[in-house]
């Protein structure tokens, strides 16, 4: 791949973001501001399915002394990520979450995981297994917080919801200009003189409406989390948090 600017292509791929996901940044700071640790401590943080990295940066910048670790499966997404870290203390990572090897490693490891926009692409199936193995990679009272697309348990009530976000997202890319998906991905091939294969298709197995808010919550107390509850939700939109019990 040719050498890139990847702060412009990080600045593209966060306008878009910014359209498509309604209210995304308040979701940032709101699961960051919930998790309430100790701002100078030195927590080890895990943010899943981390894309270029946003939610891994605005983390470091509550709590300026953590070590995080930044995994997604997209190699092109982390390469924009690296290209644009400034520190030593995020550690982009490329795994599978649907792979249970590489959780051995992080055995209670974390005080706080986290996940924006990502953990739609999963199926059910994966998403138990997911949540039961966040369970296991979080310390003793340690947090986690997911903020996605979660569908309504009523499927009249998520096609409505769908019309409606879609007319928001088409409204906020006239005023923005920003790339959509395809654009996106397509300038950037582009720039970089070569097909990026991303392998795509080969993990999308989910929904744009994400799963049901009651699978959400029924999945999370069967895993063994306490305390969960939806913190923030905007039609299919909604942010999740459970605790680890303190044992």
Known sequence: MKTLDWQHWFARWEAMQNCYVPHRLYRFDLMLKLADLPREGEMNILDLGCGPGALSFCALRHYPRARIVAVDFDPVMLAIGQGVAETDRIQFVRVDLRQPDWWETYEEKFDLIVSSTALHWLSEEHM????????????????????DHMASNDPDVQAHYRKL????QQSAFHVVGADDWEHFWRELEQAAGKDLD????????GTDNGLRRQFHVETLR?????QVAFHWQDMGEAVIGARKPQG
């Open 128 to 147: 138990k297994h997911l949540y039961a193995r966040v369970y296991r990679a979080l310390k003793p009272g340690g947090q986690f917080f997911n903020s």
């Open 165 to 168: 976000l879609h007319v928001n």
């Open 198 to 205: 991303r392998s795509e298709e080969e993990l999308w197995e």
């Open 222 to 226: 069967a895993s063994g989390f306490e």
